[in-house]
């Protein structure tokens, strides 16, 4: 049976079979999962050479490595004689890896160097088997992004104007790179993978669901979501979508995007009006972006998500604090918000988890059968860029991810 | 950083252990000209485990540092 997908995603609504169809997931996986690129890591994770770290695109185990000249490689982790796993560790320093089984090597390039007792194969190098490599890996802004397909758009072309939210996230550093440094953490959701992306750039939810922590510790985050407020809903296009609060965090003071001021982080707003001139003003009152790059890497302003399909209705968040290079005025406060709200006792991913588990258990049921999109649909509007635009708690960023994810799932097959 | 020195009047080298990456590795310096090389555990391992032969070969002046092609200067 094909799926009907222009019956199942309507401008307005999309249908719940989408969050609960086992044959929809699997072709997911071929048409987004090993297809689209797909965010793994970030080049600071491997920062010297002989370092690797795993990663998880879908079901699919890959090495991140960094070789000797300094070139960052995603190996998938099969051994070429019988497909043992190579690595079991989540991260080491090893420049070659040898399989457990009958001890096969190879260097953190991929490429074969040798195998035990070489005389069952007529003598030393006579196999040139390696291990697989994604096909195409490439970075930005230090973000290492995996596809499965041999040929497709560039990355650069993937992104899109989400780049430039990315570059947004990399200029608060004085150093002009951000760091993924703290540790992941790794937070498993009943839940269909689509529920969590949508969340991200859902305005509407927060003075709902974050009530309690907002109430409790005085943040200003749920008034950026109000209906009073000017922050706008941005669909970016390619299914990448943001809340730019930056309307709203103009009319404040610098940092105050952070929830802090000047005055408690002093060396750094020094180093960057030094480094920036008059132009230090804007990085320090816009701040970090709140962006969602399809189809799962998330950044949320001081925290970063990589999301991860396991099944249909379940899915791995991992989420880490940003690190600013040369900012440890700013990043011992980064670790500690980003615990904060996305930790293990973190208040706000605690109660989004609750939301997306809760709307898993929920769509199961046979009736109404949609689920409902159409929130600012008629206040929308197309900014002076051309992006499509609605109020910050408007659905224009879910209604964005759905038409791109309808064109890559009706699309010519590869 | 704990280190030791091992030297001889031929060669002085300090060792330590480095955590600095993803994995513990044993750093090697050459005190002599500031050359520094890491070693991670299967490296180790293996020059544990190498044939005698295999460790002259490396001794072998021309083998690296003082080799006719540039490019192996590194030894890598
Ligand atoms: S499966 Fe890896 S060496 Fe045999
Ligand atoms: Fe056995």
């Not at chain 1, 690797?52 to 051994?79: F, H, P, W």
């Not at chain 1, 980064?334 to 991913?349: D, E, N, R």
Request: proline share 4%.
């Amino acid at each position: 049976m094909t799926v009907q997908y222009s019956e199942l995603i309507q401008p307005e609504r999309v249908h719940g079979s989408l969050y609960t169809d086992q044959d929809i997931f699997a072709e997911e996986l071929q048409r987004i999962w090993y297809r689209t690129w797909v965010c793994v890591g970030h080049v600071s994770e491997v920062a010297r050479p002989g370092d690797y770290v795993r990663k998880k695109v879908a079901s699919q185990d890959v090495i991140m490595t960094r070789s000797k000249d300094g070139e960052v490689s995603l190996l998938l982790n099969r051994c070429a004689h019988r497909g043992n796993l190579v690595c079991e560790d989540q991260r080491g320093n090893s420049s070659t890896f040898r399989c457990p089984y009958h001890g096969w090597t190879y260097r953190n390039t991929g490429e074969m160097l040798g195998y035990p007792y070489n005389q069952g194969y007529g003598g030393k190098g006579k196999l040139s088997l390696g291990l697989g490599r994604v096909p195409r890996v490439d970075t930005y802004q230090g973000f290492v992004f995996a596809s499965f397909a041999a040929d497709g758009p560039s990355l650069k072309e993937h992104l899109g104007a989400a780049a430039g939210e990315l570059d947004r996230l990399a200029r608060l550093s004085p150093e002009g790179e951000i760091e993924l440094t703290a540790g992941w953490l790794q937070h498993r959701a009943k839940a269909n993978w689509k529920l969590l992306v949508e969340n991200e750039t859902d305005g509407y939810h927060p003075q709902f669901v974050h009530g309690s922590v907002f109430s409790v510790t005085g943040s200003h985050i749920g008034t950026l979501y109000s209906d009073k407020s000017t922050a706008v809903t941005r669909d970016l296009g390619g299914g990448h979508s943001e809340n730019d609060l930056r309307p709203e965090f103009r009319k404040m003071e610098p940092m105050n995007w952070f929830g802090t001021s000047e005055a408690r982080v002093p060396d750094y707003v020094a180093k960057m009006r030094a480094l920036h001139g008059e132009q230090a003003e804007e990085i320090l009152i816009e701040g970090a972006p709140h962006v969602m790059v399809f189809p799962n890497l998330f950044v949320a302003e001081i925290s970063v998500f990589m999301i991860n399909p396991v099944a249909v209705d379940e899915t791995v968040q991992n989420v880490t604090a940003v690190q600013l290079k040369g900012a440890p005025e700013m990043n011992r406060r980064l670790l500690s918000q980003c615990i904060g709200s996305v930790g293990p006792a973190g208040m706000l991913l605690a109660d989004d988890s609750e939301m997306y588990e809760r709307n898993q258990r929920g769509v199961t049921a046979r009736v109404p059968e949609w689920l409902d999109i159409r929130r600012g649909a008629h206040r929308e509007r197309v900014d002076e860029n051309g992006f499509r635009i609605g109020a910050a708690n408007d659905e224009t960023g879910m209604r964005g991810f759905w038409s791109h994810y309808r064109s890559l799932m009706e699309g010519e097959a590869q | 950083m704990n280190q030791w020195i091992i030297a001889s009047e031929f060669a002085e080298v300090a060792v330590s252990l480095d955590l600095d990456a993803n994995g513990p590795r044993l750093r090697l310096e050459d005190l002599r000209s500031g050359h520094v090389r890491h070693l991670d555990a299967l490296e180790l391992e293996s020059i544990a485990w190498a044939p005698d032969e295999r460790l002259r070969e490396l001794i072998d002046p021309s083998a690296g540092r003082w080799s006719d092609r540039a490019d192996d200067a590194d030894g890598a």
